[in-house]
């Protein structure tokens, strides 16, 4: 049987040990490295770049040849959070259990971190080294979907929409349409990179698609969830925001069980994406059912 909290482990640990590396220079002891590092390395559930991961080798590819654009998506991530925590989006004062970056430095200094973090994914993304074309193309594509997926067309406006529906009643598919660009689009990319760099055929990259828009999705249903009955002291993060911002949500719009059963419906049709994959692809399927049954 797969072992997914062993798989988890391994896979954050080669991710953290891989991002502290883009660190070690003479800049490290400045305080913008040190806002970055704070939220990069506060112990994230580390999703997307596990993620990208496991798709490379669920098409057969190797993991080292996709730990770059792994660790850019982190990055990429990261800089989301400490934004989405600023005061003039979502005032958070708690982020992984932990004061939120513009808390424990300063909001401008926060500010620059976030900016600085996404810049720095596509440093990162850009200085991959390869010695044929087609290598370079396929890196290429990756910087163009990833670029996308965190810009005004995909992460951004998902976040322009969720600012704007606060004490506004939307409906589900309006909400859908919100999370797929705000959560789901970044997780999308991740599946995408990842079988780019494992040299995935157009089948493969279709068919992960479709899991990575269930996933994307149903990890939105479960945060939704657990804003209304997660644990603060196993989430590092105040539960109940959501019903204070007046925000539309699964269980405001569903209820709670309907919610649930819909998360469940999202992973049951990600599974059957999978069905073709074998078992190199049994991580993605365990990761598919622990993003519903997560506890933070």
């Known amino acids: 049987m797969f072992d997914l909290r062993s798989y988890i482990a391994q896979k954050n640990r080669l991710v953290n040990t891989a991002l502290e590396t883009y660190f070690q220079d003479p800049l490290h002891s400045r305080r913008i490295v ?11 559930k580390r999703i997307r770049p596990i993620l990208c991961l ?18 850019a998506l982190e990055m990429i991530h990261t800089y989301s959070l400490i934004h989405d ?54 890196w290429l594509n990756i910087i163009h979907l990833v670029s ?32 797929a660009l705000k959560t789901g689009a970044l997780i999308e990319a991740s599946l995408q990179s990842g079988a780019i760099i494992g040299c995935a055929n157009d089948s493969q990259l279709e068919l992960l698609k479709r899991y990575s828009q269930k ?4 990890f939105q249903v479960a945060d ?21 911002r007046e925000k539309s949500t699964y269980p405001s719009i569903l209820g ?20 073709t994959f074998d078992k190199k692809a049994d991580p993605l399927r365990a990761i598919a059912t622990y ?6």
Not at 150 to 172: C, H, N, P, T
Not at 215 to 218: E, P, T, V
Not at 291 to 296: G, P, S, W
């Open 291 to 296: 993003i519903i049954e997560r506890k933070r």
């Open 215 to 218: 996933i994307g999705l149903a």
């Open 34 to 44: 040190e806002a970055m590092t704070y939220s990069l390395m506060a112990g994230g």
């Open 224 to 244: 939704d969830i657990l804003n209304v009955e997660g644990n603060p002291g196993v989430m590092g993060k105040a539960i109940g925001t959501d019903r204070l």
């Open 256 to 275: 709670l069980e309907k919610s649930k059963e819909y998360a469940k419906d999202l992973i049951h049709n990600a599974l059957l994406a999978l069905d």
């Open 148 to 179: 996308a997926a965190a810009g005004y067309r995909g992460m951004i406006l998902g976040q322009m929409l969720d600012i704007a529906s606060e004490g506004k009643q939307l409906s589900v598919k309006e909400l859908e349409v919100m999370h």
């Open 54 to 71: 496991a798709a490379a080798e669920a098409v057969g590819g190797k993991e080292a040849d996709a730990l770059p654009a792994a660790c």
């Open 85 to 138: 925590d600023l005061p003039s989006i979502d005032d958070d004062t708690l982020r992984r259990g932990k004061p939120t970056c513009h808390i424990a430095f300063d909001e401008a200094t926060a500010i620059l971190a976030g900016d600085a973090l996404l810049t720095m994914a596509f440093q990162v993304l850009s200085s991959v080294q390869f010695a044929e074309n087609d290598y370079a193309v396929k």
